[in-house]
């Protein structure tokens, strides 16, 4: 596999959060980074025929995603599809096309975010054994690593995040604390559109150039949260 390990990820979004508000700076030289993701048959039938990759968004230009079976060339539209999703006019939901389930971290149902933006692909070869190697080879954009904080406003939000409209979906560190004490509670999203996370629960739309937090439930003028997550230009 190419590209960040997701530990390390893990560990700069958490310091981010006790080091510093802003973002780092993203070298100049390069916007995209290689990834090459592995999958039996067997992986893919048992997720639905859903093929999740391990880095995102994708890079949408022409030619930066090739899907392999058993070392063959698939076709794109034919074999596997990038989801695409548009506003249902009767329920004012976001709908992906062809119907597929998006990662767990997509929780709130308005949230408009593609199978590009969450690096998502949906197979449509039948054909498929359990014992096919699938490989995906495909360029995703360079993160930053970002911090935001702002203080409750008594209510459960959304709380926006100001200037900030490329965030990478589900990984973000959500940190809660009283004004004044060293005490954090770090939250956790819900895994699905439901509040399944209880009082510490919260939901993230991520979709631009508008993404937000709204939590379970209300958080009080005297307590102050920071988010620490990745964002691409």
């Known amino acids: 596999m190419i590209g960040f390990s997701k530990n390390l990820l893990a560990l700069m979004l958490l310091l981010a959060t ?4 802003g973002c780092t700076t993203v070298p100049p030289e390069s916007t995209t980074i290689l990834g090459l993701d592995t999958f039996t048959g067997m992986e893919i039938i048992n997720n639905s025929f859903v093929i999740y ?16 079976k058993n070392n063959v060339v698939l076709v794109s539209g034919v074999d596997y599809v990038v989801p695409t999703t548009e506003v249902d006019p009767i329920t004012g939901y976001a709908r992906v096309i062809p119907e597929t389930r998006l990662p767990f971290f997509i929780n709130t149902r308005e949230d408009l975010s593609d199978g590009y933006y969450t690096g998502t ?42 200037n900030h409209p490329k965030i990478v979906p589900g990984e973000q560190v ?21 509040p399944d996370m209880g009082a510490t629960g919260y939901s993230f739309g991520y979709y631009q150039p508008n993404p937000y937090i709204m939590f379970n439930t209300a958080l009080d003028t005297n307590k102050r949260f920071s988010i620490s997550y990745r964002s691409v230009n």
């Open 174 to 194: 959500v940190t809660v604390w009283n004004t004044g004490s060293s005490n954090e509670t770090i939250y956790t999203g819900n895994t699905s559109f439901e």
């Open 53 to 68: 990759l391990d880095y995102f968004p994708l890079a949408t230009i022409e030619g930066r995603l090739i899907v392999r």
């Open 18 to 21: 006790f080091l510093f508000v």
């Open 121 to 162: 692909i949906k197979f449509l070869d039948n054909t498929l054994f359990p014992t096919d190697e699938v490989t995906v080879t495909y360029n995703y954009m360079k993160p930053t690593v970002c911090t935001y904080s702002i203080s409750g406003t008594g209510s459960r939000g959304p709380y926006y995040i100001a």
